[in-house]
């Protein structure tokens, strides 16, 4: 249905378009999000990947979403840590962001990683159904982690699960 692909430069405009839609002012800034498209695969290794609709004739202008993510030791294993994660207001509720987590599953099964983590604000009720409906499960829970005072929780999918 979506097409998954790596995110290019030419893509930054309508990225953080779609950063601003989700997270206001708080999102990654413009030049954040150039020097990751710019440095993807490098050292520290941080990847942006997007989903497009290919029906629609604009790859750019249709981008509909995007995961970013990063290689992370924890607790003695390969995970992929999602860092951002965001789907245009226009296409919310039609499975793009189910779409981009199982693609980075298959990606770290691939690479038998030991699975996908995620730091979430406590306060995001429709990320936290998107992580459980997939199988993620909170491992911690960060009491007062974020400068409102807000609790993150350490969520996991494992890639045996
Ligand atoms: C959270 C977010 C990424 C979900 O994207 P999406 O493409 O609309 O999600 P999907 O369509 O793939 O939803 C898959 C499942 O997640 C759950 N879900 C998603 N949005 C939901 C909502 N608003 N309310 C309740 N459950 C929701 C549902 O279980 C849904 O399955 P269903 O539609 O069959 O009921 C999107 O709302 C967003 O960009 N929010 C702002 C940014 C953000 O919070 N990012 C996550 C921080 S890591």
Redesign the pocket.
């Known amino acids: 249905m979506f097409e998954i692909r790596p995110a290019q430069v030419s893509d930054l405009k309508r990225l953080h378009e779609i950063e601003v839609e989700?997270?206001g002012a708080e999102g990654v800034t413009p030049q954040q999000l150039n020097w990751i498209l710019e440095k993807q695969g490098e050292n520290p290794v941080i990847f942006i990947s997007v989903a497009t609709d290919p029906e629609k004739s604009d790859q750019v202008k249709d981008l509909l979403?995007f995961i970013c993510w990063k290689s992370q030791t924890i607790e003695n294993g390969q995970h992929f840590e999602?860092l951002?994660?965001?789907?245009s207001k226009l296409?919310?509720?039609?499975?793009?962001?189910?779409?981009l987590i199982m693609y980075l599953l298959a990606r770290a099964k691939a690479e038998k990683f030991l699975g996908i983590v995620?730091y979430?604000s406590e306060g995001?009720?429709?990320?936290r159904?998107?992580y459980e409906?997939l199988g993620f499960q909170t491992q911690r829970v960060m009491k007062a982690y974020y400068q409102d005072g807000t609790n993150a929780l350490l969520m996991v999918l494992a890639t045996s699960a």
């Not at 951002?84 to 789907?87: A, C, E, M, S």
């Not at 296409?91 to 779409?99: D, K, L, N």
């Open positions: 989700c997270f979403g999602i951002d994660l965001g789907v296409y919310r509720r039609e499975g793009v962001a189910q779409e995620v979430l995001n009720p429709p990320a159904a998107l409906k």
